[in-house]
Nanobody, 122 residues
């Protein structure tokens, strides 16, 4: 089974920085895209950023210019460096991956982490 272990959330003042980490694991699985989504109270879940195992990145509009996603393929771990945080960045941040396993005949299945809360105070 696939596991996503998230860390790095917390409370930060506006203008500050945080780094989120997500480590993906699962016997026989390979992980294509790994990334972050977020959901603020009363709002829909939205894309923050994703990165493929080839290094291709996609950023949501709110993240462009402030957040940077990177990946350590040897560890199947993704890092989201968030700078210039704003109160409107307050949300639960969820790690997401598309994973495949030839042995289990599972292809491109999406998995979600439990979420980590980021709170930005004004």
């Amino acid at each position: 089974q696939v596991q996503l272990v998230e860390s790095g959330g917390g409370l930060v003042q506006a203008g500050g920085s945080l780094t989120l980490s997500c480590a993906a694991s699962g016997d026989t699985f390979t992980f294509d895209g790994i990334g972050w989504y977020r959901q603020a109270p009363g709002k829909q879940r939205e894309l923050v950023a994703t990165i493929s195992n080839g290094g291709r990145t996609v950023y949501g509009e709110s993240a462009k210019g402030r957040f940077t996603i990177s990946r350590d393929n040897a560890k199947n771990t993704v890092y989201l460096q968030m700078n210039g945080l704003k109160p409107e960045d307050t949300a639960v941040y969820y790690c997401n991956t598309e994973a495949s396993s030839d042995i289990l005949r599972v292809y491109g299945t999406q998995y979600w982490g439990e979420g980590t809360l980021v709170t930005v105070s004004s």
